[in-house]
C-alpha cells in the first residue's frame, strides 16, 4: 500500500512510501529517510497527528489503522548526538573541574599554602570515585532506550554539572574551609559509601532486566543482593541511592554549596522519577501499587 508522509511543522508532503500493513515505525523511518536523506532515523519522530503524541516505534502500520492513502507525519528532532557521547562529557567534566580546585589551589585562591585538610581530601576521593563510576557504568553497564539525543542537551548537561562541581570545589577546597567534627566526616562517609554500592546494584540490576540490543520492560523486583531491596518500596531506588550520596557528602563536608547540588539533583531525578512511576503503573496491570516514586512511604 501507498501512504503519505508529511512534514509535522509546515503540513508539506515530503512523499509517499509504499509498504505492507505490517511495516513498523522503526522500519518506516528507513523509508522516510529515502525521501529526505537529510532526516536520518534518529532525527525522526513519526505520528499520527501534526500535534499528536508518537506511538512506540514497535507498532505496526495495522495496529496503527494507517491504511492505503493514509498520511503520517514526522517531526525533525534536529542534530542528535549519541546518549553514551553525552554521559561522558557530563561525567568526565565535574572530575576535571573540581580537580583544579583541589590539585591546583594557587590557580585559584591568593592564600593557597594552607595544607589541604583531611575532609577536603575526603571529599575529593568522594567525588571522583563517584564520577568514575559513572564514566565506567556508562561504558560497561548502561543499556540505552535510544540510541540519540537532541544535542543541545549536551550544552545543558554539561553546564549543568560542570558548574556545580566548580561551584562546590571552590567552597571545600578553599583555604579558609573550616572542617566538621569527625563524626559528622565519617557519619558522611558511611552513608555516601552504602548509597553509591546501593546506586551501582541498582544499576546492575536493571541491566539484567532488559536482554542486549531490545527495548523489553519489565517489572523489576529485589535480587539476591539486600541493597536491591529497595524496589520493594519505590520504584527509582537508583535515584534514592543518588539522592542520599549527596546527602552523605553534605553531611562529611558541611557545605551549603554540597546542600544545594543535592537539592536541586533531588528536585530533577524526583521529576524523572514520578514520570517513569506512572509509565510502570500505566504498563503494568500488576504493579506494585504500594510502592512510591522515589522516598518509601512519602514519594
Not at 565535574?94 to 590539585?103: D, H, N, R, S
Not at 558548574?163 to 552513608?191: C, D, I, R
Not at 544499576?203 to 541493597?227: C, E, F, T, W, Y
Request: charged share 20%; aromatic share 14%; with cysteine.
Amino acid at each position: 500500500m501507498e501512504i503519505e508522509i508529511l512534514d509535522a511543522k509546515s503540513s508539506k508532503s515530503l512523499g509517499k512510501c509504499r509498504v505492507s500493513p505490517d511495516t513498523t515505525l522503526k522500519a518506516l523511518k528507513t523509508e522516510v529517510q529515502k525521501l529526505k536523506p537529510s532526516l536520518t532515523v534518529h532525527r525522526q519522530s513519526l505520528r499520527l497527528e501534526p500535534r499528536g503524541k508518537a506511538p512506540k516505534e514497535s507498532e505496526t502500520l495495522k495496529a496503527l489503522n494507517v491504511t492505503a492513502g493514509g498520511k503520517v507525519y514526522v517531526r525533525d528532532l534536529g542534530p542528535q548526538i549519541s546518549w553514551k557521547g553525552v554521559f561522558l562529557a557530563e561525567y568526565a567534566g565535574p572530575i576535571f573541574v573540581y580537580m583544579i580546585f583541589y590539585l591546583r589551589p594557587s590557580f585559584i585562591y591568593a592564600n593557597a599554602d594552607n595544607p589541604m585538610s583531611l575532609t577536603a581530601k575526603t571529599a575529593a576521593a568522594c567525588w571522583v570515585a563517584h564520577y568514575a563510576k559513572r564514566l565506567l557504568e556508562t561504558l560497561f553497564v548502561h543499556r540505552f532506550s535510544h540510541a540519540t539525543m537532541p544535542l543541545r542537551n549536551l550544552f545543558k548537561n554539561c553546564s549543568y554539572y560542570w558548574a556545580f562541581a566548580g561551584y562546590v570545589a571552590y567552597h571545600v577546597n578553599h583555604p579558609l574551609f573550616t572542617e566538621p567534627s569527625p563524626v559528622l566526616l565519617y557519619a558522611g562517609l558511611a552513608v555516601f559509601t552504602v548509597s553509591e554500592l546501593g546506586n551501582f546494584s541498582i544499576h546492575m540490576l536493571l541491566r539484567n532486566l532488559r536482554p542486549a540490543g531490545s527495548n523489553v520492560r519489565k517489572i523489576p523486583v529485589p535480587d539476591a543482593n539486600p541493597l536491591t531491596n529497595l524496589f520493594n518500596f519505590v520504584s527509582c531506588p537508583n535515584y534514592t541511592y543518588e539522592f542520599f550520596s549527596w546527602v552523605g557528602y553534605t553531611l562529611m563536608t558541611s557545605c551549603i554549596p554540597a546542600g544545594l547540588f543535592a537539592a536541586a539533583g533531588m528536585y530533577q531525578m524526583t521529576v524523572w522519577a514520578l514520570g517513569k512511576h506512572r509509565n510502570y503503573k500505566q504498563e503494568f496491570k500488576d504493579y506494585p501499587k504500594n510502592r512510591k516514586a522515589i522516598l518509601p512511604f512519602v514519594l
